[in-house]
């Protein structure tokens, strides 16, 4: 089968479920909650959406879906998604599409950054929790292939973060402890 993607519109075609992540759906994700909660009251943006193909999440088949984060920063701190781990400890590839981001993973002691441009193939090796960033001033977009009965674990990241954050600094950015006092 072969799938479109029309990069002006974000969307699919054929096209499987979409998803749109708010601000308020990202509680408890961005160090400076007083700027969370004022992003959430101030018209609750929109941060992020993933177009899926009709590839069902299910063993043995690939999905694939397309993220795109919108630029902008939270407390000084760039958008970015929820992030997660796949519980049955899967790897992943993502592939940039357009704008400057970043891929954030962590295994629980370790943390690695991959900057990710159009072109840029991201490897998420088994047992990483991953997070996506943007840090330019455009949409960051990627694609993202996984296996189909990956899972995703979002209360991983919760408990255990993603060993760094990342923040806007001067022109460029800065990582910081995840769970550092601000
Ligand atoms: C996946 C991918 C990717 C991811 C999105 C949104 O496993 O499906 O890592 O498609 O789900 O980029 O990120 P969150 O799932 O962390 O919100
Ligand atoms: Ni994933």
Redesign the pocket.
Known sequence: MSIRFDQAAGTLSPAGPTLT?RMSDLEGLFRDQNSWRTAVADGDPIVYS?VSSPVPEIDRELPQ?I?TIHPGTTGGEFWM????Q?PNHQG?IYLGMSGNGGLLMFDGKDTRWVDMAPGTIGYIPPGWA???VNVGSEPYSFL?V?PGG?G?DYSWVLENGLGQRVWRQDDGLAFVDYFAEV
């Open positions: 992540r993933v879906s993220t998604t929820k992030g997660h796949h992943e991953h997070r996506s993202a996984y990956a995703h």
